[in-house]
């Protein structure tokens, strides 16, 4: 039986991705890397400096600059990245996420965070759900991350569950390579073709609700 969700942040609690794309995209700019709808959506739940190095990589310049510039590179996207969320609101909530956590709340199920976002509990306290979760697991003290499995190990963890019983939700393909790795149900939520590996399918937020999940359960 399930009994807890781990829940990606970014595009699945609310879509930060759009301030990530405009950010890093001013930084690609800057160094001559050409932005591409591939190069965007590969950059989907991947920590800050994998990101960059994807973008490096992407250009032909991954041997161009020293590992301190690449964290000056970082540093100053995350400034620009801090600045364009710090507006965020409740109102920023994805549709129908506010009504599944609180439901998710009202029937005992608990519920934590496995996002690769060292800005998550800012993010989260933004929007006023700080309090809706167990725990955030601070992705700072993690080896490896997603698709690695152990940052949806670890939200587990948080929640006392053994992994069969944690529905982890996720938008990236990343995300649900590791929920499957950690031997979690995985819940992804976008474009089928790109999340095929999921076990469960919804096209967007609004659909997730506890009926339509154990529907599909079945
Ligand atoms: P930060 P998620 C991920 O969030 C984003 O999808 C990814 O684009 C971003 O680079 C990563 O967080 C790190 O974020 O720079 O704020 O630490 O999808 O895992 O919630
Ligand atoms: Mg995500």
């Known amino acids: 039986d399930i009994k807890g969700f781990a829940f990606d942040l970014d595009g699945v609690i609310t879509d930060t991705a759009k301030f990530h794309t405009v950010a890093w995209r001013h930084l690609a700019e800057q160094l001559q890397v050409t932005w591409t709808p591939e190069l965007q959506e590969s950059l989907k739940g991947i920590d800050r400096m994998g990101s960059l190095e994807m973008i490096l990589q992407a250009g032909g310049k991954e041997n161009a600059y020293t590992q301190a510039e690449k964290e000056g590179f970082a540093a100053w996207k995350n400034e620009h990245y801090v600045e364009l969320i710090s507006d965020l609101t409740p109102d920023d909530i994805l549709p129908g996420i506010a009504a599944f956590i609180q439901e998710l709340n009202d029937k005992g199920y608990r519920a934590s965070v496995a996002s690769a976002s060292k800005n998550a509990p800012f993010i989260l306290d933004r929007l006023g759900l700080t309090d809706s979760f167990v725990g955030i697991v601070?992705?700072?003290?993690?080896?490896?991350?997603?698709?690695?499995?152990?940052?949806?190990?670890?939200?587990?963890?948080?929640?006392n569950l053994p992994p069969e019983q944690v529905i982890g939700l996720e938008d990236a393909a990343a995300g649900i390579a590791s929920i499957n790795g950690a031997g979690e149900v995985s819940l992804g939520i976008g474009d089928a073709t790109v999340l095929a590996a999921a076990d469960l399918n919804f096209a967007n937020t609004a659909e997730v609700t506890l009926a339509n999940i154990a529907a599909k359960l079945d």
């Open 138 to 159: 601070d992705p700072a003290t993690l080896h490896a991350g997603k698709p690695d499995p152990e940052i949806f190990v670890r939200a587990a963890e948080i929640l």
